[in-house]
C-alpha cells in the first residue's frame, strides 16, 4: 500500500487547508482505520485525528484535544481517500502532516503502524 498526502502550503492565521492522502497498490481501503500525525520541528510525532474503518467501529472519528472543533477527518473509501479539513489554523498547527493506515488498531502513538504516507508540509504564519 502506498499513501501519498497532498494539500499543504502556506495559510495565514485564521485560515484553512485541506489535506489528502490517496492510497494506491493492493489495498481494501475501507478495511484501513485511516490517520493523520503531524511533526513539529524539533519536535515528536503527534497524534491529530483518525477515522476507523467501518468495519472496525462504524467509521467513528477521533481528534487529538489540540483539534477538536477546528480540524475534520473524513474518508471516501470509493476514492481510497482520507481527507484532513482544517480551519481556524493557528501558527501551532506548523508541522509536516503524514497519513496512516492500518488493518488493525491505530496507536495513536503512530508505533507499529502498517504504512506510512511521506509528509506534507503546513506552514501556519502569524
Known amino acids: 500500500v502506498q499513501l501519498q498526502a497532498s494539500g499543504g502550503g502556506l495559510v495565514q492565521a485564521g485560515g484553512s487547508l485541506r489535506l489528502s492522502c490517496v492510497a494506491s497498490?493492493?489495498?481494501?481501503?475501507?478495511?484501513?482505520?485511516m490517520g493523520w500525525f503531524r511533526q513539529a520541528p524539533g519536535k515528536e510525532r503527534e497524534f491529530v485525528a483518525a477515522?476507523?474503518?467501518?468495519?472496525?467501529?462504524?467509521?467513528?472519528?477521533n481528534y487529538a484535544d489540540s483539534v477538536k472543533g477546528r480540524f475534520t477527518i473524513s474518508r471516501d473509501n470509493a476514492k481510497k481517500t482520507v481527507y484532513l479539513q482544517m480551519n481556524s489554523l493557528k501558527p501551532a498547527d506548523t508541522a509536516i502532516y503524514y497519513c496512516a493506515a492500518d488493518q488493525g488498531y491505530l496507536n495513536t502513538g503512530g508505533y507499529g503502524v502498517d504504512y506510512w504516507g511521506k509528509g506534507t508540509l503546513v506552514t501556519v504564519s502569524s
Open positions: 497498490g493492493r489495498t481494501s481501503f475501507s478495511n484501513y482505520n
Open positions: 477515522v476507523a474503518a467501518a468495519s472496525w467501529s462504524g467509521s467513528t472519528t
